[in-house]
């Protein structure tokens, strides 16, 4: 307000200073429909204005959203498409002068209520890493597509591989956990997942949006945690040889073939003959010291398939988002979700360490009803 009045009095000022040259033009004098400077709107709703001349003539309007001049009448309206913060910026102006205001506008995700399934019920992406169960139960497609609406299981290969699935109705992030993300982790057997979310922003019911890191226990440890670590796996001549992958610190390596799986573990459905996968990679913890009893102990807590339920499982808490900095975000509520394995490891006889996912749901669901 005080603003405003600034403008006011210095818009009188101009008239008074202009009168003194010619009598018949006074600066532009308006008053705005919304008042405030901040506006608070969902996205695919439509923020309207409107402007009203108090005093001044040929006065001349000029509206933009951020840089995009966006109406040139005294009404503004306006969609915004996807959440996020922006700008509006107003000028009236005549001869004699210009008055101005500046809004910020903070648009929201729309939020989906209610919904069907406590599980995620629509499959949008598997990616699997090599693996020894690619290409059969449970690594293939129809795996992934058995955790829709109720529990399965799913085998996402080595290090980066990974699925995206969405909730038919947002995710809220209430207070402590929100998603239980299910594995078969034993006490001494880990295969830890990192774990992503999605708001749909644009609305548009794709994960076309922006991904957020589920911290775990691990985030910000540089012993056991790196983020933008890459691994690129190479098809093998023939389905029984290893899997050569070289990643991006200059390291490389096999995923190797055991005796129990006969199929090719490089995905069959990906037609080039090499892939890259990118992520945030976790330290692993296999101890092969005693090749008939190789254990793989658990981090404390935030990834998929690390623990058993009775210490905490797969359930995580939506406000341990962070952003591609790694800085912690605010999402209200999500929509999507993905889970990535997070270990590049050889477990001997067990083969790779592989994360599995044998159901995705919402935990405050039974409460919204
Ligand atoms: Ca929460
Ligand atoms: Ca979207
Ligand atoms: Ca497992």
Redesign the pocket.
Known sequence: MKQTRTYLLSAILMIVLYSCKKEDIAAPSVTLSVAEETITAFAQTTVRIEATIIAGNNVVHLWKVDDQIVSATNILEYTFDAAGSYHIYYTASNQAGEVKKQYTVNIAAPVREGGASEYVTALFEFVPAPGQFINKAPGNLASAEGLLGKKGMVSLGAWGGYVVYGFDHSVPDKEGNDIEVM???LTEWS?PGIIYVMSDDNGNGKPDDTWYELAGSEFGNAATYLRNYEVTYFRPESADKDVAWKDNKGNTGFVKKNTFHKQAYYPEWITADSYTLKGSWLQTKVDPSRPTYVVSLPYDWGYA?NTVEATGGGKVNISNAVDAKGNKVNLKAIDFIKVQTGVLADGGWLGEVS??VTGIKDLHFSANK
């Open positions: 594995g078969n982790a295969e398939d994360t599995e």
